[in-house]
């Protein structure tokens, strides 16, 4: 397959395990990451990397990205809630890059932009499962900022030219996640304080659900997205809620350790469940997640110190 990819943001998590799997294809990758929250030294060799933030590209710059690009996956964002990042930076690269981007890859007529969202972009706690056919709320700047880049996609201007495909991803997990950053993710951070010898925190009473997903399971999803004749919006989430009492109880059973969890004040999550309904991908795209929440849990834990993805 001679075929070649852009990937943003593709020295993240995410994005690092999709370019393995696109290289194991034999897609040529060609990855574009500032490096902010991404670890571009782990990327593998094979790959073509350019080092910029995608919120300084000119139009120029998005067309030189573009040369003999087939499909882009278009993941490099600005979180919510990460130390030093500004609303205005998190808008110019969430929002004003996807923009022009989307531009870009219209004129170039690219066989699939495909664009990573988020469950943030829904806005709601719960308790009803989150479906495509809600009425967006977002109430976080994050959440406008991946619901804008969505809407972009479909601008009248370049709207039919352009191949399209959303994912509202929820809380993806795997080998490789980061404990800083964004995502405080509850399972790296609390797998790092078990091999420690530390006790496991849980904020509040534990009963918040969350949907994980794992991050393998997420990689199939967006490359059936970017192979879908149609322009699609869909969930990639298991479409199962976990509590989090739950999860660090599996957790501590993986791990084979004896420490019990300790609760410490509750957050803002308390009483929320935020779970995906994923009827319509598995209609639309025939995608169901593959990974149980136990595997998943066990590939973490004996990933770790292995330098994967
Ligand atoms: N991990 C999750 O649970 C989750 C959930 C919902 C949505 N998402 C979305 O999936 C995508 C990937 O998430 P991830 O977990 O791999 O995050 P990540 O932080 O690990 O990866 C994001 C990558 O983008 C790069 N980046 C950030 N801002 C940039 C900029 N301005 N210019 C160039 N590169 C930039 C970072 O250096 C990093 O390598 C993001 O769009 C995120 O919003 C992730």
Redesign the pocket.
């Known amino acids: 397959m001679n075929t070649t990819a852009l990937v ?2 593709g ?5 690092r395990h999709l370019v393995n799997d696109l290289l194991k294809s034999g897609v040529k990758v060609r990855v ?7 670890e571009t030294e782990r990327l593998p060799l094979d790959c073509e990397l350019v080092v ?4 300084d590209l000119s139009i120029n710059d998005w067309g030189d990205l573009l040369d003999d690009v087939d499909v882009v996956y278009h ?5 919510y809630n990460t130390p030093g990042v500004t609303e205005q930076s998190l808008l110019s ?1 969430n929002g004003y ?1 996807t923009l022009n981007l989307a531009r870009v890859a219209a004129e170039r007529c690219i066989r699939k932009l495909v664009y ?5 972009a829904y806005g709601s706690i719960g308790p009803k499962a989150m479906s495509v056919s809600d009425v967006p709320n977002p109430i976080t700047v994050y959440g406008s900022s ?1 619901l804008f880049g969505e809407h972009v996609l479909k601008t009248k201007d370049f709207a039919s030219q352009l191949n399209w495909a959303v994912a509202r ?4 997990y795997g080998p490789g996640q ?1 404990a800083e ?3 405080k993710s509850v399972i790296f951070s609390n797998f790092e304080r078990i091999a420690a010898g530390e006790q496991p925190l849980i904020r509040g009473d534990g009963n918040q659900t969350l949907d994980y997903i794992f991050v393998d399971d997420v990689v199939r999803g967006l490359r059936m997205l970017a192979d879908h004749p149609e322009n699609v919006l869909v969930n990639l989430g298991s479409g199962f809620g976990l509590k989090i009492n739950t999860v660090i109880e599996k957790m501590v059973t993986v791990s084979g350790s004896q420490l019990v969890p300790v609760h410490v004040e509750p957050d803002w999550t308390a009483g929320t469940s935020r779970v995906a309904s994923i009827d319509f991908t598995t209609s639309v795209l025939g995608w169901t997640p593959e990974v149980s929440f136990d595997k998943g849990l066990e590939r973490v834990w004996n990933s770790r110190n292995r330098g994967v993805a």
């Open positions: 943003t943001g020295a993240g998590f995410i994005g574009i990451d500032s490096g902010e929250t991404g910029a933030d995608i919120a993941l490099a964002a600005r979180k690269a890059a990573t969202s988020s469950l943030y991946k991803l929820f809380f993806v980061f950053g964004g995502y």
